[in-house]
């Protein structure tokens, strides 16, 4: 025993003797310097992204004073919430707010239920001309949403013409798009389902068709059942691309229904001078009123989004 007590002890004083602590600090050095270089340049990103929100905030609590004087950068000295009060009634909120929501909810939810047929469509059949939609789905994805709106606009027109049923200026093109796969970015919700059905095995599908279910059975119970994240993730990005979306919705939808986006270019218009002042303020402030819903709505399910992101595939995992 003694033996092995000493023979244990003398492999112990071996090891320290043999061990290279000049290395070993030196390895240690190089970790906390990697860290240092990894965390100094998270915060510069990070600077990039909120330095715009932080600027915000500011200019949206100072005076017409604060403003014009240029010994004030961020803190303001007679910091006021006058202009929230402006910008809500300047915005009518109580109304914009309600058809924003109602709006980017319709069309959200059209965007998620055919992204996710497509996507299943992709992912799990071979059909003649596959490669030829696929193809298609990407240049829908890459071409500029100008370039695409005017041939829009000009079928919408066409229609009142053979029918004599006015759409523009009505949610319906907005609508019919969406259902038919052509809203916002519809291309990337149909790839985030896409990915997200490649990663579940085909064996299910035969599983459940060896028990007699169809094709329909199989999408909703098998695939719509294990995309609950997913179908989250794609609703809510939907959602704020249609609410942040101007440039459409003022040519298809124009004034028919009050949002929060468009009653921005209220504060577009300015003279100069103390009038341009205020009209800054103001609209920083309007702008924060309308990001609060989407910050509120991200905060209600940042754990079910994140879940979500990671099983997507969109973090690369």
């Not at 019919?176 to 896409?194: D, E, R």
């Not at 095995?201 to 279910?213: C, T, V």
Request: charged share 10%.
């Amino acid at each position: 025993m003694a033996n092995k007590i000493t023979s244990a002890k003398n492999s112990v004083l071996s090891f320290i003797k043999n061990f290279n602590f000049a290395k070993f600090k030196k390895l240690k050095l190089v970790n906390i310097i990697a860290k240092i270089a990894i965390y100094f340049l998270l915060i510069c990103i990070g600077y990039v992204y909120l330095n715009p929100i932080f600027e915000m905030i500011s200019k949206s609590i100072m005076t017409t004073e604060d403003l014009i004087d240029p010994s004030i950068t961020w803190i303001a000295k007679h910091a006021t919430f006058d202009n929230f009060g402006s910008a809500i009634k300047t915005l009518d909120i109580p109304t914009s707010l309600f058809g924003s929501i109602i709006f980017s909810g319709i069309l959200a939810i059209g965007q998620t239920a055919v992204s996710a047929t497509t996507g299943f469509a992709l992912s799990r059949y071979t059909f003649k001309g596959r490669g030829v939609w696929f193809v298609m789905l990407i240049l829908a994805f890459i071409l500029p949403i100008p370039l695409l709106t005017v041939p829009r606009l000009m079928i919408f027109t066409s229609f009142k013409t053979l029918t004599g049923i006015q759409l523009i200026g009505t949610p319906i093109p907005q609508i019919v798009m969406a259902i038919l796969g052509q809203g916002t970015y519809s291309t990337m919700l149909v790839l985030i389902f896409y990915n997200f059905f490649n990663m579940i095995p085909k064996s299910l599908d035969e599983a459940a068709m060896i028990d007699g279910a169809g094709s329909m059975k199989v999408f909703y119970h098998v695939a719509i059942r294990l995309s609950a994240a997913t179908i989250l993730v794609v609703f809510l990005f939907s959602f704020v691309f249609n609410w942040n979306e101007t440039y459409t919705t003022n040519t298809m939808l124009r004034s028919a229904v009050e949002l929060i986006p468009s009653q921005l270019t209220l504060y577009s218009n300015s003279t100069g001078g103390a009038e341009t002042a205020v009209n800054e303020a103001q609209r920083m402030a309007a702008t924060l009123i309308s990001i609060l819903p989407l910050l509120i709505l991200y905060a209600l399910v940042q754990k079910q989004f994140i879940q979500g992101i990671e099983n997507t595939g969109i973090t690369g995992e």
